[in-house]
């Protein structure tokens, strides 16, 4: 009897999911749910994190001249969506599933440099974030990476 039991409840629950999975609305027009979001964000970091740290490349010196350089790749590359302040995405940045975040937040600050080019390199499955390791050199995704980074440092002072 507790092996027909335990069985009929794994069905059950089984057959939840899967009517869950079936009519959900894959739409990308409503904001996703918090639940969603957070579990989404735990996955992606943790992703993120294992990937920088088997996969890091030697940063050069962050200097302004990086800085500067990378301002112009981000105008170039990322504005399109990320705003051309990093920090006010645009109406394509605003209709991507996920969002387009602020690059100067905390959630997107919290990544470490690593992190952080790891993501410029190879950009985010099924996020819109694409990966610009085939067309900019290692240098230059380093560039865009402190431009990011000094993002930080204008969220302080507005």
Not at 7 to 16: D, P, S
Not at 99 to 104: E, Q, V, Y
Request: charged share 20%.
């Amino acid at each position: 009897m507790p092996r027909f039991f335990s069985g009929a409840v794994a069905i059950a629950i089984l057959a939840a999911i899967v009517y869950w999975i079936v009519t959900r609305s894959i739409s990308a027009l409503p904001e996703p749910g918090p639940l969603e979001t957070r579990i989404f964000a735990i996955v992606r970091n943790g992703y993120i994190h294992e990937a920088a740290v088997h996969s890091y490349s030697k940063a050069p010196l962050d200097d302004p001249a990086e800085i500067s350089a990378g301002q112009g790749l981000f105008s170039m590359a990322c504005a399109s969506c990320h705003g051309s302040d990093g920090r006010s995405p645009t109406n394509i940045g605003k209709a991507m599933y996920p969002r387009c975040p602020d690059l100067g937040s905390p959630e997107v600050q919290r990544l470490s440099n690593p992190e952080l080019f790891w993501v410029v390199k190879n950009g985010i499955r099924f996020s819109g974030m694409p990966g610009f390791g085939n067309t900019l050199s290692d240098d230059e995704i380093w560039q865009a990476t402190y431009y990011v980074r000094s993002l930080r440092t204008t969220a302080k002072q507005k």
